[in-house]
């Protein structure tokens, strides 16, 4: 069986790049569901979740993801800063500051309420535990609602400045 190499990859250029940045695995999956969601329904397929499925969807992939993020994370931490790791973290932490600010911006330009900020910010962090806090503030779905807004954009914009990163430093 023929696979080619650039399998889930879509580039797309950037003027001034010298490589184009790519989607993988992780942004052309995304950006899939996205138009999918969009479109809402292809023939006789209807790409609409029950609120159960998703909040069942949604606890699993919380609890993977914090087990998996915990497994084996301070094993060789102290050794990496000490090798240049510092400059990974300057990357993560730019690559976590520009999908805030301009959340912050945006909800401060519509007047968004608290509970919609709370979404916001909690989806631009794409953090699943930040929402679990905002959801217990109130027993209404804005703040879910703002995060799975804001979500799918953030993690766009995650892919897409650490690529550009990685061209800089290259």
């Not at 650039?6 to 250029?13: C, D, N, V």
């Not at 945006?106 to 930040?130: E, H, Q, R, S």
């Not at 806090?133 to 953030?154: E, R």
Request: charge should be positive; glycine fraction near 10%.
């Amino acid at each position: 069986m023929h696979r080619c190499r650039y399998t889930g990859s879509i580039p797309i250029f950037i003027p001034g790049m010298p490589v184009p940045a790519k989607l993988g695995l992780a942004g052309g999956p995304l950006l899939v569901a996205l138009l999918l969601g969009y479109k809402g329904r292809i023939g006789k397929t209807d790409f609409y979740m029950t609120p159960g499925a998703n909040m069942i969807l949604r606890e699993i992939g919380i609890t993977l993801f914090l087990a998996s993020v915990g497994l084996l994370s301070g094993a060789t931490f102290l050794d990496t800063i000490w090798n240049g790791g510092y400059w990974w973290m300057l990357y993560g932490a730019i690559i976590t500051f520009f999908p805030i600010m301009i959340a912050g911006i945006v909800a401060w330009l519509m007047k968004f309420n608290y509970l919609k900020i709370c979404g916001m910010l909690a989806g631009t962090m794409t953090d699943p535990p930040a929402l679990e806090f905002a959801n217990s503030l109130a027993p209404v779905q804005a703040q879910s609602t703002a995060y799975a807004s804001v979500y799918p954009f953030a993690m766009f914009l995650r892919i897409l400045i650490a690529q550009i990163l990685l061209l800089i430093t290259l």
